[in-house]
C-alpha cells in the first residue's frame, strides 16, 4: 500500500529543522569566543578609574562588572575604595557597572566579631546606610563578606590576612532579613571546610527567602558536594570569582594554601575536570563568571582572565555557556 503524500511531509522536514536547530546554536553570538561575558565577581578600589575598567572590559568583550568595593584603609591590603565611587561610575556609565553595598571593610574584619554576634554601633551604622543604599535602587547586591578567609601575599607588598568569623550571627542574619526585603543577592566568601559549609547550610535553610552568592565555587567544594547544596538549597547561586587558572596565584591553583577540602575547576591548562563539566551541565541557571581582580596591579591579567573563562565555556553546551557567561548574571542584577 502507497503512502499518502502527506505522511511523509513531515519527514521530509525533520532535516531542514535539525539544520535551522544546529544553525542557530552553531552562529557567530553562540561561539564562546563571542559570547558577551557579565563579570559577576568584580572589586573597586580607590585607584582605579572607570575609564580603565571599561577599556578592559571592552577588550575582553564584558559587557558589565560587579563593583564590589574594598574600603581597607592600608597599604597592605590596598583598597581605598567607596560605595559612592561605585554608584558614580555606575551613574556614568549606565548598564556597564553593577554597585554593591561593599562588605569589605575593616570595621566589619577579623577583629570585629563581635559586631557580627550582637548589636553594636559599629553595626547598626552599617545596616542603617546599607538600607539607604539599597533604596537608591542604585546597589544590586552586598558583599563581598569576608568570613573564612586565607592569608595571601602577592604583588610585593599587597594582601589579605587570615579571617575566621563566626557565619550565622546577629548581623548576618539582619543582612539576609536586607537582601529578602530588597531582592538583592548577598555574596559570601567562606571557604568549604567541613564545619563551615555545614554553618552555611544552615544560614541557607534559615533565610530561604534570600538569595546568597557563595564566592569561588561555593568555597572551591567538590563538585559532588556542590551538587547536593544546589539540589537543596534554591536560594544558592555560585560565583567563579577567580577560578580561571591564569598566573602563579589565584583560586584557580591551590592558593594561597593546599587543603583536602580545595577542588578545582580546570586542569590548569584549560580543561575543565569531567565532574565540572556535568556539574555545569546539570545546572547551568546556578553559576557566574568572576575575575577577582581584588589588587588593582591583578588588572594587568583582566583579559587573560576573561579568555581562559572562554576557553572553560568551549566545553560546554551552547545554552550552558550562554547562561554561565551571561545570562544568569543579567537576570540576578537586572542587567537590560
Same mark, same amino acid.
Given at each position: ?175 539576609? /532579613?536586607?537582601?529578602?526585603? !530588597? &531582592? #538583592? ?6 571557604? *568549604?571546610?567541613?564545619? +563551615?559549609? @555545614? ?104 583579559? /587573560?582572565?576573561?579568555?581562559? !573563562? &572562554? #576557553? ?6 551552547? *545554552?550552558?555557556?550562554? +547562561?554561565? @557567561? ?11
Amino acid at each position: 500500500m502507497p503512502i499518502p503524500l502527506s505522511a511523509w511531509i513531515p519527514l521530509a522536514l525533520l532535516p531542514v529543522a535539525f539544520l535551522l536547530v544546529s544553525c542557530a546554536e552553531r552562529a557567530p553570538h553562540a561561539r564562546p569566543e563571542n559570547l558577551p561575558v557579565i563579570d559577576a565577581h568584580g572589586h573597586l578600589n580607590g585607584d582605579m578609574t572607570a575609564e580603565h575598567l571599561l577599556s578592559l572590559m571592552d577588550a575582553a568583550g564584558v559587557k558589565a562588572m560587579v563593583l564590589m568595593a574594598r574600603y581597607y584603609s592600608d597599604p597592605f591590603s590596598s583598597g581605598y575604595g567607596r560605595d559612592e565611587q561605585a554608584a558614580s561610575f555606575a551613574a556614568k556609565h549606565p548598564g556597564r557597572f553593577i554597585p554593591f553595598v561593599a562588605g569589605q571593610r575593616g570595621d566589619l574584619g577579623r577583629n570585629r566579631r563581635s559586631v557580627w554576634e550582637e548589636p553594636t554601633p559599629t553595626g547598626d551604622q552599617y545596616l542603617k546606610s546599607a538600607r539607604e543604599k539599597l533604596e537608591s535602587g542604585v546597589f544590586r547586591g552586598m558583599g563581598e563578606f569576608i568570613i573564612h578567609h586565607y592569608a595571601y601575599q602577592n604583588f610585593g607588598t599587597q594582601g589579605g590576612d587570615d579571617v575566621f568569623l563566626p557565619l550565622n550571627t546577629y548581623l548576618m542574619g539582619r543582612l539576609a /532579613a536586607l537582601g529578602a526585603e !530588597f &531582592r #538583592v543577592p548577598v555574596l559570601i566568601h567562606l571557604e *568549604a571546610e567541613p564545619e +563551615r559549609a @555545614a554553618d552555611m547550610e544552615r544560614l541557607l535553610a534559615a533565610h530561604s527567602m534570600t538569595t546568597f552568592i557563595w564566592a569561588h565555587n561555593c568555597g572551591r567544594s567538590s563538585a559532588a558536594a556542590i551538587s547536593s547544596y544546589l539540589s537543596r538549597f534554591p536560594n544558592l547561586m555560585c560565583d567563579l570569582g577567580g577560578m580561571a587558572a591564569v598566573g602563579r596565584d589565584g583560586y584557580g591553583h591551590f592558593y594561597p594554601k593546599k587543603t583536602p577540602w580545595i577542588h578545582l575547576v580546570e586542569d590548569g591548562t584549560g580543561k575543565l575536570y569531567p565532574e565540572t563539566r556535568e556539574l555545569f551541565e546539570r545546572f547551568p541557571r546556578r553559576f557566574m563568571v568572576g575575575t577577582d581582580a581584588a589588587h588593582s596591579p591583578a588588572l594587568q591579567s583582566y583579559v /587573560a582572565r576573561i579568555e581562559r !573563562f &572562554r #576557553v572553560l565555556l568551549s566545553q560546554l553546551s551552547p *545554552a550552558a555557556a550562554r +547562561r554561565i @557567561a551571561y545570562e544568569n548574571a543579567a537576570e540576578l542584577f537586572g542587567v537590560k
